[in-house]
């Protein structure tokens, strides 16, 4: 058994920019960063950031390119998938991409907060746009059906033995 499942939160690097393929089907394409912070053996806070290039297909592709702005924050569920390509110094190099099936949109630059306004993917009674994780070819899956975890509850038993 193999698992390839990437989940990121972070913001857009750029507006999104979406192509039709011959077929009539959307491809959109932004970048997304994500931070890690930190503090070293001197107390100073560091800051690393990744930049990781999505890829959505169909509805999906075409919902993010609507609503979805630079410095958008934003939840992308997907997978990794590399590709090869010749550099303008004709060296080969390779590239990984992420192939978005669920997007959730956290907030804005403006707002900062992670206001919980649309949801669009696989999981949720948001409206639904996916695109199946065996193929980059787009297509509507159905919802898969999750069961809320109860509220945690701040009175916790002293009768825990450990």
């Known amino acids: 058994m193999s698992v390839n499942k990437v989940i990121l939160v972070g913001r857009l690097g750029r ?22 912070k930190w503090r070293d053996k001197s107390g100073q806070q560091q ?8 890829t959505l297909y169909g509805k999906l592709g075409e919902i993010a ?3 979805l ?14 590709r090869k390509y010749t550099g303008k110094d004709n060296v080969e190099r390779l590239a990984y991409d992420i192939i978005g099936n669920e997007m959730k949109m ?5 707002d900062g907060a992670g206001s919980d ?11 639904v746009a996916s ?16 069961q809320q975890s109860p509220p945690v509850s701040d009175d916790i038993d002293d009768d825990i033995p450990f």
Request: cysteine-free.
């Open 69 to 82: 702005r630079k410095g958008n924050q934003v939840f992308i569920e997907g997978r990794i998938q590399s």
């Open 15 to 36: 507006d999104p920019e979406t192509r039709y393929m011959p077929s009539g089907d959307a491809v959109t394409n932004f970048p997304l960063a994500t931070d890690e």
């Open 106 to 110: 956290l907030g804005s630059r403006d």
């Open 117 to 127: 306004r649309n949801s669009y993917g696989s999981h949720g009674a948001a409206p």
């Open 47 to 54: 800051t690393k950031t990744e930049w990781h290039n999505i």
């Open 131 to 146: 695109v199946p994780t065996s193929s980059p070819a787009p297509t509507q899956r159905q919802p898969h059906q999750y």
């Open 65 to 67: 390119s609507q609503y």
